[in-house]
């Protein structure tokens, strides 16, 4: 291509590099420009940054995956570009994530700025965050409800193509700065493909573990009306998942005792305790769960038992009703007895 034709046909031109940034530090191999204008043109990763890929997080609530929108991953990537023509040179380019062929999430970027550059060589550092990934999110959350079990972990992940967009034209482009993206002269170039992706992971988090409720309930061995009584009290947790947790067990008097338990994989526990009755006895009882909104409402023991036989009740020992001293009573009998003698 003759050097008037080049500038009648293309006095700005932007080559759109698609590459994968590689799963290993060394990256993907470079991509040659095959025109008259661009050569040895590559993107590639140069240390262990990328291997903290961003990834997206959800967490199940009330059965459905809510993304986390936070967190943040750095990235480092080497661009190279040379150029073949004495007139050519490169005025901007930019970072960044593709999502489909029409959409780009920018990671780093020149800006307006004209560069005018025969070559370039630069280490691109930047930060992805979450508003980068946010094309992504439902493609990942399909991922999530796909395997089903909200309380099991599941990391995943899939590939997206990392972008790098090169603004280049004649030496003598005059064009507009804030124009540099959108010349409407501009040709675009694509170049080959590389077949390494870069990974978003998908971390799909298990459900919290949560107590769902809480139940007391007592019961009696033999008949409640006559001591001694057994009386058990039956605490019913159930929950989500298995997992240990405490419970308060409170009396109505103020007493209360604390006991550490775990829930096993079926969700559901039953704790009892028991007691021995030996007289009319009325209690009260309450359970809350530490950490957790479950609790009981208070739960009343009533034994109303009686001791001794036949369910008779009275003291446990006989008492004179008399009121008059029994010796007194003794000694104005016996005179009685004299006087009626005589």
């Not at 040659?32 to 997080?57: C, M, R």
């Not at 560069?115 to 992805?128: A, Y």
């Not at 109505?252 to 096993?264: A, E, F, H, M, Y």
């Not at 038992?305 to 446990?316: F, R, V």
Request: one cysteine or more; hydrophobic letters at 35%; a positive charge.
């Amino acid at each position: 291509m003759r050097h008037s034709e080049v500038l009648r046909r293309a006095k700005f031109a932007v080559a759109a590099i698609v590459v994968a940034a590689g799963c290993s530090s060394a990256g993907s191999g470079p991509l040659l420009a095959k025109d008259y204008d661009l050569k040895n043109v590559s993107l590639t990763s140069v240390n262990s940054t990328l291997n903290d890929y961003p990834a997206l997080v959800f967490e199940p609530i009330d059965g459905q995956w809510i993304v986390q929108e936070e967190g943040s991953f750095g990235f480092q990537a080497r661009l190279k570009i040379g150029t073949r023509q004495h007139y050519t040179r490169v005025h901007g380019y930019k970072i960044g994530l593709v999502a489909d062929p029409k959409s780009e999430e920018v990671l780093s970027s020149t800006g307006a700025a004209v560069l005018g550059l025969k070559k370039v060589d630069k280490n691109i550092q930047g930060v992805i965050k979450f508003p980068h990934l946010k094309r992504f999110v439902r493609k990942a959350r399909r991922i999530c409800e796909s395997h089903g079990n909200q309380n099991k972990k599941v990391v995943k992940s899939f590939d997206v193509r990392m972008v790098a967009t090169i603004a280049y034209g004649h030496k003598n482009y005059n064009g507009s700065p804030a124009n540099l993206w959108s010349d409407p002269g501009q040709i675009s170039y694509l170049f080959p493909v590389a077949n390494n992706l870069f990974p978003i992971n998908v971390v799909c988090k298990a459900a919290a573990f949560k107590v769902t409720s809480a139940e007391l309930d007592f019961t009696y061995q033999g008949d409640r009306f006559k001591c001694p009584v057994k009386a058990t009290l039956t605490a019913t947790l159930r929950a989500n998942k298995a997992g240990p947790t405490t419970l308060i067990l409170t009396r109505d008097d103020g007493l209360s005792q604390r006991v550490n338990v775990n829930i096993p994989n079926s969700g559901l526990l039953r704790w009892r305790k028991h007691y021995n009755i030996n007289q009319p006895t009325t209690r009260k009882y309450l359970m809350t769960v530490i950490g957790h909104a479950a609790s009981t409402p208070w739960t009343t023991m009533s034994v109303p038992c009686a001791s001794g036989a036949g369910s008779m009740t009275g003291p446990a020992k006989p008492q004179n009703n008399n009121k008059a001293s029994p010796t007194k009573a003794i000694k104005k009998d016996f005179k009685l007895q004299r006087l009626r003698r005589k």
